[in-house]
């Protein structure tokens, strides 16, 4: 199938593989018009100030939370997943919104910074300057919250936005276009351009002041060379491997329902989802059971626990890290060689899996999660760490919890508790190594968005000059003086 020809193409409902829409293939010609419109628009979007987009985006929060129950409807139609959960996800992306809209002006303002004594006659501020149009491409799996958390920001910063949603959720990208352009003040502020991965491409190649990603670290690797040749900053929000780590004092019936809950919700089929867990050898048995338990009333089927694999290839990934674990020597605690039935997986727990496994090594975004023993909390730390990926973590632990988490080489971590960095609008989003780099959400998010320019001005001049021909002898050596006395 040539991404170049098409001019349309299909979403469909991964539970059915039913056809539920037709979408525009957007071509290179289509991406560099939207893009030039949003440059277009990019000044009066800046010129309405802070106040001025607050309100737009309010007003946009306040449609989106009146048609929920329509977005909800729709997200779970294009992913598959059950409605309770897509309800879960658009409640985060609109508290996101909120509080990028809101508070904007308090993380953006202009500061002052002080001159320093032999600049005293200075005056200096720092200024942080959205960046012009921003290039937004978005994933399928939480396709409002995770563009949300580029969009929201970009647009609060004074960033006009060109997003290219996935290919398997463009309708649910083109409803948050429509009903932005509802509040609208003038068009081209956020334009939805719908296509397949050549459009994104076209994106990053168009002239777009920053590209903002968010997928897999492979296409993220794509992105970041293409941008690399413009001069483009980006920000990548890719895959991890998430950990879950068990110490001997935590509360083990909690942590193992949290981490069969963020193994296997949306089908395991979340970035920050829970994939290893090394738990302490002294409570391993306990944690096993208590899962193994829990996990047998767990099942995906269209609106039960979970839905089917939005994206049918990821089932050959799925498959073949289970049968790689199983040829390698790994246990099965539920589910077994025979859990992918397509379109869903069934839930899937192994034992005492090689560390050299694809189930440890790779992402494999699917209702699975692997179990090994450690001997102390170091061992843990040390496996938990010995990955390409750094996005996310959970730790267990009544008493060591703070200590096993500022181990860890992850953008993101919960103590007792799951994913709770997500929702927190206050704090900053993102991974390190093959995760990817730059942050969304929080007032870093916001910055993000913008780039710095230092303003230093003179407030009255000195009766003699450094930064002129004209320097005299008595300026050279009253600066001498001066920093001998200083320092
Ligand atoms: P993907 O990399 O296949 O696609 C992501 C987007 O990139 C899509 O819109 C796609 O059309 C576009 N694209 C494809 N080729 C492109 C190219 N050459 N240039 C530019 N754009 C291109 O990823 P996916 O399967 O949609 O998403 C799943 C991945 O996303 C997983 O790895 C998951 O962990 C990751 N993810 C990360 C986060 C995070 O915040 N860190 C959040 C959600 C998902």
């Known amino acids: 199938m040539s991404t170049t020809t098409l001019t349309e193409f299909p979403s469909h409902n991964p539970a ?26 990019s000044r009066a979007w800046q010129a309405l100030g802070f106040a001025g987009r607050k309100k737009v985006l309010v007003a946009w929060d306040a449609v989106i939370s009146k048609r929920l129950s329509e977005i909800t409807e729709l997200v779970a139609l294009e992913t598959g997943k059950p409605l309770s959960d897509a309800s879960l996800e658009i409640s985060l992306a609109i508290g996101h919104l909120d509080w990028a809209a809101k508070n904007a002006a308090r993380y953006l303002s202009p500061v002052t910074r002080n001159p320093g004594l032999i600049m005293a006659n200075m005056k200096a501020r720092v200024e942080r300057a959205p960046y012009g149009v921003v290039g937004v491409i978005g994933p399928w799996n939480y396709p409002v919250f995770t563009p949300m958390g580029s969009i929201a920001y970009s647009l609060a910063a004074g960033n006009t936005v060109v997003f290219k949603p996935s290919e398997y959720t463009p309708g ?17 502020i956020f334009q939805v351009i719908t296509g397949l991965g050549a459009t994104g491409q076209a994106l990053t190649n168009a002239a777009v002041d920053k590209i903002a990603f968010t997928g897999s670290t492979r296409t993220a690797k794509k992105v970041a060379a293409a941008a690399a040749d413009r ?6 929000e890719c895959g991890g491997k998430d950990p879950v780590i068990v110490d001997s004092d935590a509360n083990i019936k909690k942590a193992a329902e949290y981490a069969l809950w963020l193994a296997m919700s949306n089908a395991g089929q979340t970035c920050i989802g829970a994939e290893r867990v090394y738990v302490h050898h002294a409570v391993a048995d306990e944690f096993i059971r208590e899962i193994g338990d829990m996990a047998k009333e767990i099942h995906p089927g269209v609106n039960k626990n979970y839905g089917p694999a939005t994206m049918p290839s990821q089932l050959n990934v799925i498959q073949s890290h289970i049968d790689d674990a199983a040829a390698k020597g790994a246990k099965f605690l539920i589910g077994g060689t025979d859990s992918v039935q397509p379109p869903f997986v069934q839930p899937t727990i192994m034992l005492d899996v090689p560390e050299d496994s694809l189930a440890i090594t790779e992402e494999t975004f699917g209702p699975t999660l692997t179990i090994n023993r450690v001997q102390n909390m170091d061992e843990a730390v040390a496996l938990a760490n010995a990955t390409r990926y750094g996005l996310g973590a959970s730790v267990w632990s009544k008493r060591n919890g703070e200590k096993i988490a500022s181990q860890l080489v992850t953008g993101m971590v919960s103590i007792n508790s799951v994913i709770g960095f997500a929702g927190v609008a206050t704090v900053p989003f993102g991974g390190v190594k093959d995760s990817g780099y730059g942050r969304i959400h929080g007032p870093e998010g916001l910055h993000e968005f913008t780039y710095l320019r230092s303003v230093v001005s003179e ?9 002129t021909f004209k320097r005299t002898k008595f300026a050279d050596k009253f600066l001498t003086s001066v920093i001998k006395f200083l320092h």
């Open 16 to 41: 059915t593989g039913e056809v539920i829409g037709t979408y525009r293939n957007a071509s290179v010609e289509d991406v560099n018009a939207a893009v030039a419109r949003a440059h277009a628009s």
């Open 172 to 188: 649910v990208g083109e409803w948050l276009g429509a009903t932005f352009a509802e509040v609208a003040p003038f068009p081209d």
């Open 231 to 236: 001069m483009i900053p980006t920000v990548l």
């Open 459 to 467: 407030r009255f001049a000195l009766p003699f000059a450094f930064t």
